[in-house]
């Protein structure tokens, strides 16, 4: 899954939920549930995710959702293959942008 964000240093929980078209309950659950995961948050207790958390959660995301992982296998496998599965979805990613400007680009012809 392709996540189009604006370029901030934060961003605010239902901006990051609404993204992934998941509720907000779930990035809060996989907060939890992953050490990677760690977003900041101000003097309210409200979280504030950086790119990094963004790129954590879209891994996440891709394994649980898109590959069907369960949540221990997911944490299993981030921790023992962390730097093979990111090399592999990051080049999943950029096909990914690369589709999408393709056919921005057909739908304009």
């Not at 997911?74 to 400007?101: D, G, P």
């Amino acid at each position: 899954m392709y996540i189009e964000l604006p370029e901030k240093r934060y961003y605010g929980i239902g901006e990051v939920a609404k993204a992934f078209g998941v509720n907000t309950s779930l990035i809060r659950f996989w907060e939890k549930e992953f050490d990677v995961l760690q977003p900041k948050k101000n003097a309210k207790g409200n979280r504030k995710f950086t790119p990094q958390d963004i790129k954590n959660l879209q891994l996440i995301y891709h394994l649980v959702k898109e590959r069907g992982f369960t949540l221990e296998g997911a944490k299993t496998h981030l921790k023992e293959e962390r730097k093979k599965t990111l090399s592999n979805f990051e080049v999943i990613q950029k096909l990914e942008m690369v589709k999408t400007e393709l056919l921005k680009i057909k739908n304009q012809l």
